[in-house]
T-cell receptor, first 113, second 115 residues
Framework: ETGVTQSPTHLIKTRGQQVTLRCSSQSGHNTVSWYQQALGQGPQFIFQYYREEENGRGNFPPRFSGLQFPNYSSELNVNALELDDSALYLC????????????FGAGSRLTVL | AQSVTQLGSHVSVSEGALVLLRCNYSSSVPPYLFWYVQYPNQGLQLLLKYTTGATLVKGINGFEAEFKKSETSFHLTKPSAHMSDAAEYFCAVSDGANRDDKIIFGKGTRLHILP
């Protein structure tokens, strides 16, 4: 059973650029949630995808967007990057939507200069 | 909306001593409660969870937590700390198993183990 894998592990961007982060969910899981973890903070919920449709969104602006593919992998896209977007972005998969146990990837660390 | 408050951003205990990490929650309905651990440069790993039933929940690595509705608390304990327990611990809450419910995390407590 493979776990959740995220890519890239680290990346550096400049203000105004766009970034795409990728996540492969655990085998058998159909739901992916994305979280932003700023330095010294807890994970903040960005949004969740369930069977290729957005299923809930946290308090993040529209420049944060996502996709889920038929194989349940997912992408997080951030446009017009700002310095405050620097954070660890965590992807978590689960079996079905709702408050099930989340299986987390190791994250993608984004630095915006 | 649900929320979580973790008391103490840093906690230090001696190896072999009791570990107590505090968590209080706010929820309009009976909550689901979780503790996750994060080791450096890794994602979060589930330690234990409470959904319904027995209020004392046992998790991995010797940790346990007790759901106290009257105190709206879900404190994490371990009788004897080990050096390998040094990590960041997150308490989390959700409003149940409904499809639209999301897991909300506290800000975390970093546990330091003193030799």
């Amino acid at each position: 059973e493979t776990g959740v894998t995220q890519s890239p592990t680290h990346l550096i961007k400049t203000r105004g650029q766009q970034v795409t982060l990728r996540c492969s969910s655990q085998s058998g899981h159909n739901t992916v949630s994305w979280y932003q973890q700023a330095l010294g903070q807890g994970p903040q919920f960005i949004f969740q995808y369930y069977r290729e449709e957005e299923n809930g969104r946290g308090n993040f602006p529209p420049r944060f967007s996502g996709l889920q593919f038929p194989n349940y992998s997912s992408e997080l896209n951030v446009n017009a990057l700002e310095l405050d977007d620097s954070a660890l972005y965590l992807c978590a998969s689960s079996l079905n939507a709702g408050a099930n146990v989340l299986t987390f990837g190791a994250g993608s660390r984004l630095t915006v200069l | 909306a649900q929320s979580v408050t973790q008391l103490g951003s840093h906690v230090s205990v001696s190896e072999g001593a009791l570990v107590l990490l505090r968590c209080n929650y706010s929820s309009s309905v009976p909550p689901y409660l979780f503790w996750y651990v994060q080791y450096p440069n890794q994602g979060l790993q589930l330690l234990l969870k409470y959904t319904t039933g027995a209020t004392l929940v046992k998790g991995i690595n010797g940790f346990e937590a007790e759901f106290k509705k009257s105190e709206t608390s879900f404190h994490l304990t371990k009788p004897s700390a080990h050096m390998s327990d040094a990590a960041e611990y997150f308490c989390a809450v959700s409003d149940g198993a409904n499809r639209d419910d999301k897991i909300i995390f506290g800000k975390g407590t970093r546990l330091h183990i003193l030799p």
